[in-house]
């Protein structure tokens, strides 16, 4: 009883109250070291609830194609700042709390929180991954095998900012821009034959704890409802 009744106060005090609308639009995907990636329909949706004037929360869903990330988690002679994995598709669930300032027909958000994503369809970029195990070694040709173990779910951070301009009575347009800080596990292990001076080799190699770099910049364009 008395948790309901602080509870009360606190809503009243902040002025708090739940307003639900709705966020459709199209986001266009920039990875760290990747190759551009677009949306696929449905293209994006986001379910704004606003709490007063000043502060939302903002769950989200998006499909999105990726042309081509980076991995981290080599050994350091191996240079992977470069795309090896993609292109794949991605399913994303995110969570945005925003702060938000609000003019008659203008308003800003700030917004921090986290993301979830699954990746499917998943496949090694081997002319990119050939090069890169062939100059760790200084092998004047490679050609690789390569199996991977992955998890299911990828995790991370989202921090950007929106700026919407109203459209109609209740109809709102937005630009914004988010920049994602994620990873998903993705061990690779498998086997090569190289080149080298004329002479033929074969090799086995695991790399156990690579991950995709899951980091890049987003540009959204829609309207909320």
Excluded at 66 to 74: K, L, N, R, T, W
């Amino acid at each position: 009883m008395k948790k309901t009744i602080v509870a009360t106060i606190l809503f009243t005090i902040l002025g708090i109250n739940y307003m639900f609308s709705q966020s459709v639009g199209f986001s266009y995907f920039f990875p760290k070291n990747g190759y551009f990636s677009n949306p696929i329909a449905p293209i994006n949706i986001s379910l704004p609830i606003k709490f007063g004037d000043y502060l939302q929360i903002s769950p989200g869903l998006g499909l999105s194609n990726i042309g081509g990330m980076s991995m981290v988690g080599f050994p350091t002679q191996y240079k992977s700042n470069i795309p090896l994995v993609g292109s794949f598709q991605s399913l994303e669930i995110n969570l945005l709390p925003a702060l938000i300032l609000p003019f008659k027909n203008i308003k800003f958000e700030i917004a921090g929180g986290g993301f979830a994503f699954t990746s499917f369809n998943t496949k090694i970029i081997y002319g990119n991954f050939n090069n890169m195990i062939a100059q760790a070694n200084n092998y004047d040709f490679v050609n690789t095998n390569v199996s991977i173990d992955k998890d299911f779910f990828g995790y991370g951070l989202i921090f950007g900012s929106k700026i919407s301009i109203r459209v109609r009575k209740s109809i709102w347009g937005y630009i914004g821009a988010n920049y994602y800080m994620g990873s998903q596990k993705m061990a690779l292990k498998g086997d090569y034959t190289a080149v080298k001076n004329n002479l033929i080799t074969s090799h086995d190699f695991s790399f156990s704890d690579t991950e995709i770099l899951y980091h890049g910049l987003q540009i959204s364009v829609g309207a909320v409802f």
